[in-house]
């Protein structure tokens, strides 16, 4: 399922249901809790979360939840499946809420989670659960690398990085997992230019943490240097100095 050139993109199935603990915190916006994930289990796409994996990947969300930055979309962004750059990011247009603490009850991951008042997508979410009592299902979005188990499961494993958990209207959507050959692009960047000089351009920007971060883009696909550097560590470092 996986090996040294590659990363996966999970996006799995939500756990539906009706926010519990509501509270109207103004501005059009709610505060609620919610069932975000379980480990230990095997879900319905056939995937399991080790305890420690999903635990540390959510302590490292710590500092975003602080600063009210740990965002989600409403619904996956799924059409656009061909292009892992969009899925292993969030849109802030799309955002719909915040979430701003967690616990563990046993395997069960419970959030707290504040809707947005400044997206329409904010605004859609809030009224689904003040207005129309909608059950609302999360899902994560992550990266991590899946090996595959003597039961047919697939064990998720690390490097692991959480991008979101977001609130999903509609039971029945899509579930995907993608490989991600990102060594194999960079490699290729390099083979197909015929004076054997990188085509890696870097420049900053701000996304929703208002943090300068970097973006690399080779071949026409783009990668925040953040997301790299947790996947494959000192790998794309070791694969460029080889070339140069």
Do not use: W
Request: hydrophobic residues 35%; glycine residues 6%.
């Amino acid at each position: 399922m996986n090996n040294n050139n590659t990363i996966d993109l999970f996006v799995e199935q939500p756990i539906i249901q009706v926010p519990e603990g509501v509270k109207d915190v103004g501005n059009g916006k709610v505060r609620f809790n919610a069932i975000l994930q379980v480990a230990d289990e095997v879900n319905a796409n056939k995937r399991r979360y080790p305890l420690p994996l999903l635990k540390a990947g959510l302590e490292a969300k710590r500092p975003d939840m602080e600063r009210g930055m740990f965002y989600g979309e409403l619904d996956h962004p799924l059409e656009h499946l061909d292009k892992p750059p969009r899925i292993a990011n969030v849109y802030f247009k799309n955002a719909c809420h915040t979430i701003n603490d967690y616990h563990f009850d046993g395997p069960t991951v419970r959030g707290v989670l504040t809707t947005l008042a400044a997206t329409e997508a904010g605004r859609t979410l809030s009224k689904l659960i003040t207005l129309d009592n909608a059950p609302i299902g999360f899902s994560v979005r992550a990266l991590g690398q899946g090996q595959p188990q003597p039961d047919g499961s697939i064990l998720v494993g690390p490097p692991f990085t959480i991008i979101a958990y977001d609130a999903v209207t509609k039971p029945s959507h899509k579930a995907a997992m993608i490989q991600m050959p990102i060594q194999q692009a960079l490699r290729e960047s390099f083979e197909n230019n015929p004076n054997n000089q990188p085509k890696l351009l870097t420049e900053s920007i701000s996304p929703l943490s208002g943090k300068k971060q970097h973006v690399v883009c080779f071949n026409g696909k783009c990668f925040l240097l953040e997301h790299i550097d947790k996947i494959l560590g000192n790998k794309i470092r070791d694969l460029i100095e080889s070339y140069l």
